[in-house]
């Protein structure tokens, strides 16, 4: 089974419905239901997901949306080691870093994201939800 890590920003188009890009993230978090994708996220995506779906819906509806996406992924610790390596890196966007960081620290190869530009150093494959269902597949399911 593939194995990959997701930035915020899909999970985001997923949860908060955001087009045009749903349907990308809504193959890939369908995979994960289905057993065929193993799908990683940062601890640190939680916490920005709860923010920002707390201005969209009410508290108690962004809680139970959380609990049901956590269901479909598995959620990579956000280490002392991580925080050190983003902040001693040269990414612009902290955020980045961190998710960037998790997903090598944790052997994750490859890490989906919209922000390419973001990732431009990267040493593993980093492409968008469209590109890798293309590439994986996916689009027949």
Known sequence: MDAV???????????????PFYIHAAKLFSAADKGTLKINVSSLSFSNLNYILSKQYNADQAKKKLLKFKTLVSVLAVTDKIIDLSLSSDFKDFEDGIQYFTAIEHAVK????????DYKSAEIPIMTAEQFIDQAALNKE
Do not use: G, P, S
Not at 5 to 19: G, M, N, S, Y
Not at 110 to 117: A, D
């Open 5 to 19: 890590f997701v930035d915020t920003d899909i999970i985001l188009d997923l949860l908060a419905k955001r087009e």
């Open 110 to 117: 490859i890490l989906l994201t919209r922000n390419l530009k």
